[in-house]
């Protein structure tokens, strides 16, 4: 199953909403995962089974099932610029999308 | 606190042999599933191999299939990855991850990375 990940690059303010999207080339049902990457460490789980990973803030919220995924920063913080990794886990070999980078507008 | 460490990377020639070693503490190693997944210099994430230690079930990347081998030892709360045959495109940072332990295959944690590069 190959992931797509659009845009490749979003710039955004502080402050402002980050809408990042992730298609699936066939279903993978609910079973996406996003990751969140910074420079020079490993990725952190985001987003699992539906539902927040532990600790991450609330104005992360994943949507979605099938093909078509969304993850949505509603307010960013300096934080949260980052490389976003979505990755299907429905079906063997997993695989994950190319990644979106959110930077500072 | 959960904590995975990975050691044995390193600069290997084209068709070499280098043993991978994952470290895990913090949680019953021998309740997860346990990954791989590596990431090539300025590129993204690419899951390499799975192993179910009680199942003994292991999946792999048909990148790999056939010159990696994924292990795990309960005893040590070890998980390994031989890699053999190596080539210029495993040149990556790999990665252990542990499952989620939901039943699902993403992963809650990760170690820090080791890196593999593969040259002449």
């Known amino acids: 199953i190959v992931m797509t990940q659009s845009p490749a690059t979003l710039s955004v303010s502080p402050g402002e909403r980050a809408t990042l999207s992730c298609r699936a080339s066939?279903?993978?049902?609910?079973?996406l995962a996003w990751y969140q990457q910074k420079p020079g460490q490993a990725p952190r789980l985001i987003y699992g089974?539906?539902t927040r990973a532990t600790a991450i803030p609330a104005r992360f919220s994943g949507s979605g099932s099938g093909t078509e995924f969304t993850l949505t920063i509603s307010s960013l913080q300096s934080e949260d610029f980052a490389v976003y990794y979505c990755q299907q886990y429905n079906s063997w070999p997993l695989t994950f999308g190319g990644g979106t980078k959110v930077e500072i507008k | 606190e959960v904590q995975l460490l990975e050691s044995g990377g390193g600069l290997v020639q084209p068709g070499g042999s280098l043993r991978l070693s994952c470290a895990g503490s913090?949680?019953?190693?021998?309740?997860?599933?346990m990954s791989w997944v590596r990431q090539a210099p300025g590129k993204g994430l690419e899951w390499v191999s799975t192993?179910?230690?009680?199942?003994?079930?292991?999946y792999y990347a048909d990148s790999v299939q056939g010159r990696f081998t994924v292990s795990g030892d309960n005893s040590k709360n070890t998980l390994y990855l031989q890699m053999n045959s190596l080539r210029a495109e495993d040149t990556a940072v790999y990665y252990c991850a542990k499952d989620s332990g939901t039943g699902w295959h993403y992963f809650d944690y990760w170690g820090q990375g080791t890196l593999v590069t593969v040259s002449s």
């Open positions: 089974a539906s």
């Open positions: 913090g949680f019953i190693f021998s309740n997860y599933a």
């Open positions: 066939q279903s993978v049902s609910s079973n």
């Open positions: 192993i179910k230690i009680r199942a003994s079930s292991t």
